[in-house]
């Protein structure tokens, strides 16, 4: 089974960072690797799959890049509604595991 | 637009079980695949099962595979759960989800989420 460390585990910041969530896979995905979010109380949020591929809805200020078994999450400007726990996702084998998480909070 | 409407969720003693239902609209069901994702109180997200838009293929987590059942009714835009030998580790807020027409492993769209308490 494929393991996904995200780093850090949880992260202060404050409107109009550039934030930047690390994930990595136990073996190689190739592109197949998606970002969420969950806000409190709230189903999870497609907002990358593919690794760069930007969901439709979802703000340009969202970005994804990697390949392999290192990928990164970078949003270029927080904004207020942005604070809360994303996590990554590879697609590529059965099952389709999860990172644990990476919450995102206001400084 | 896509609708993923969860039920069945409820109380049930250690050893029960349960069969949780999902209701889809504002999509062609019989085209995609779907999945089960759950998420224990105050815990991460755990993939569970997922199923081939036809049904002849399903896949599990080991943690429920032989216990859980996943299903589809591509005539009524339903899918199923059912939960049996339940354990208290199953506790957690279960999300019906659509797959990605592409990449059947990527969750593209979620319902609300319907709880279950494996509690004596």
């Known amino acids: 089974d494929i393991q996904m460390t995200q780093s850090p585990s949880s992260l202060s910041a404050s409107v109009g960072d550039r934030v930047t969530i690390t994930c990595r896979a136990s073996?190689?995905?190739?592109?197949?690797l998606n970002w969420y979010q969950q806000k409190p109380g709230k189903a999870p949020k497609l907002l990358i799959y593919a690794a760069s591929s930007l969901q439709s809805g979802v703000p340009s200020r969202f970005s994804g890049s990697g390949s392999g078994t290192d990928f990164t999450l970078t949003i270029s400007s927080l904004q207020p509604e942005d604070f809360a726990t994303y996590y990554c996702?590879?697609?590529?084998?059965?099952?389709?595991?999860f990172g644990l998480g990476t919450k995102l909070e206001i400084k | 637009q896509v609708q993923l409407v969860e039920s069945g969720g409820g109380v049930v003693q250690p050893g029960g079980s349960l069969r949780l239902s999902c209701a889809a609209s504002?999509?062609?069901?019989?085209?995609?695949?779907m999945h089960w994702v759950r998420q224990a109180p105050g815990k991460g997200l755990e993939w569970v099962a997922f199923?081939?838009?036809?049904?002849?293929?399903?896949d599990y987590a080991d943690s429920v595979k032989g216990r859980f059942t996943i299903s589809r009714d591509n005539s009524k835009n339903r899918l199923y759960l059912q939960m049996d030998s339940l354990r208290a580790e199953d506790t957690a807020v279960y999300y019906c989800?659509?797959?990605?027409?592409?990449?059947?492993?990527?969750?593209?769209?979620w319902g609300q989420g319907t709880l279950v308490t494996v509690s004596s």
């Open positions: 989800a659509k797959a990605n027409h592409i990449v059947g492993g990527t969750v593209e769209d």
């Open positions: 996702q590879q697609s590529f084998s059965v099952p389709y595991s």
């Open positions: 199923i081939r838009y036809d049904g002849s293929n399903k």
């Open positions: 504002g999509f062609t069901f019989s085209s995609y695949g």
């Open positions: 073996q190689s995905i190739s592109s197949y």
